[in-house]
């Protein structure tokens, strides 16, 4: 036994050649000791060398081919244009950004944003809001509030709160500017009325014709007090006192200053039938607002066409007889004046009373009548006139006392009263004694 080891049991460093080799021909296949044909498929073992991938070879074609070979390299650019490292070609070879406009940053820049802070708009717009009232501020905090709005959609800024703040508020004042605007203007008016002049309408006293037109518009503060013999609107008949120490509302205080106006109409004018028909009678009475230290009303006529002359009528210019009439039968004239002015139904006290006023102002026109020194005490107008005042206080009772169930009873009496009232006989007497004897058309105090 030895110590050295079997030559014949190692594996040799060197694989032996494969034991195979291509069939001879077979016309050489029977020589003796002739070396075989190389054969072009034979397999050929890798060799181990230190390279991973093995040694570089030539690309061997199949048999029959003919491509040509190209020599095999480690590096695949070694030949080519990459050949020794990155590309060089070209206008941006190396680093894109290494020269040109944008060397050393990106290709594209925006413009530079503008530093944060408050929208000034907005900060405008809050301050003119809040002090929006004097002379007229409100108005351009509202558009400096939405322009603001519309930058700071854009623009990274503080503000939108005041922008909006400033907006409201602008608002506000615009809706007390609206609500101001009548009292702005009936004040500018009235400083204008008292800057040239006039006299207070709560002032005017019977007698004074007033320049300006009344009755039919917004009541003046002043007016401008002319001759009656030039031309004029209106003319005061009236003044009356009115009552009470609160306010009394418009629907009352209205009806009780028409019934206080009618006395002194036919005091001042006796005979209203001489009335022009584009006259009418009309009133100014204090408001709410004037009532604790105003309660006087103003009676007076107005017309819209501007005339001339007044409308008092003196006791010279009628004849004892006339006058006497027009006396005798002012009280009547009254009391008709007087009717009431809502519906029947709805005001059945008030139409009953009115029936009995009628009924006792046409008993005291007869107890007038027959004092009035006639010309002719016969007359038979007077006579017609004696039964036709006796109709009224017929109609005037009778509506007095129908009860207010009896609706169709109470239009009945006042139709009754109605037609009775300044008749064809009252017209017939005062063409007899020489005074106008066509009715007017309406009653100027009814108006």
């Known amino acids: 036994m030895s110590s050295e080891p079997d030559q014949s049991s190692q594996p040799s460093a060197t694989p032996a050649a494969a034991d195979w080799s291509a069939p001879a021909d077979s016309a050489d296949s029977g020589a003796p000791g002739a070396a075989p044909a190389a054969d072009p498929y034979a397999y050929v073992p890798p060799q181990v060398t230190d390279e991973p991938y093995g040694p570089a070879t030539s690309y061997q074609p199949p048999h029959g081919a003919s491509y040509p070979a190209a020599p095999f390299t480690s590096d695949p650019y070694a030949g080519g244009p990459y050949a020794g490292g990155g590309y060089t070609g070209g206008p941006h070879a190396g680093d894109p950004y290494a020269s040109g406009p944008y060397a050393g ?48 959609k854009r623009r990274p800024q503080r503000g939108k709160g005041m922008a909006v703040a400033g907006i409201v508020l602008s608002s506000c004042w615009a809706l007390v500017t609206l609500a101001l605007a009548p009292f702005v203007v009936a004040a500018f008016e009235e400083g204008v009325e008292q800057s040239a002049g006039g006299v207070a309408v709560f002032d005017l006293k019977a007698g004074d014709c007033m320049k300006e037109a009344t009755g039919r518009r917004a009541v003046r503060a002043r007016f401008t007090v002319v001759p009656c013999g030039e031309p004029h609107h209106g003319e005061v008949f009236g003044v009356a006192h009115l009552p009470g120490a609160d306010y009394p509302g418009t629907s009352r205080l209205e009806r009780t200053v028409s019934l206080q106006c009618i006395a002194p109409q036919y005091a001042y004018t006796p005979d209203h039938w001489t009335i022009p028909a584009t006259v009418e009678s009309t009133t100014i009475y204090p408001d709410r607002e004037a009532w604790p230290a105003t309660k006087r009303a103003i009676c007076l006529f107005d017309s819209e066409e501007l005339r001339t002359g007044t409308l008092h009528q003196e006791q010279s210019r009628w004849t004892a007889e006339q006058y006497g009439y027009l006396e005798a039968t002012r009280e009547l004239d009254v009391a008709l004046a007087g009717a009431p002015t809502e519906e029947l139904e709805d005001a059945t006290d008030d139409y009953q009373e009115w029936g009995r006023t009628v009924a006792d102002a046409a008993t005291a026109t007869k107890s007038k009548l027959a004092k009035v020194a006639w010309s002719h005490p016969g007359r038979p107008e007077l006579a017609d006139l004696q039964i036709e005042l006796d109709r009224l206080v017929t109609q005037g009772k009778k509506l007095n006392e129908t009860g207010d169930e009896d609706v169709d009873a109470l239009y009945d009496a006042y139709d009754g009263l109605d037609q009775n009232a300044n008749g064809e006989a009252d017209a017939l007497l005062r063409q007899a004694i020489g005074l106008r004897s066509t009715p007017p058309d309406e009653h100027p105090s009814q108006v």
Not at 125 to 136: A, D, E, K, W
């Open 105 to 152: 940053g990106p290709y594209w820049q925006g413009p530079p944003l503008p530093a944060p802070g408050t929208n000034g708009l907005a900060v405008a717009s809050l301050v003119l809001g809040i002090f929006g009232l004097f002379c007229l501020a409100w108005t351009l905090g509202l558009g400096l509030g939405i322009a603001a709005l519309r930058q700071l």
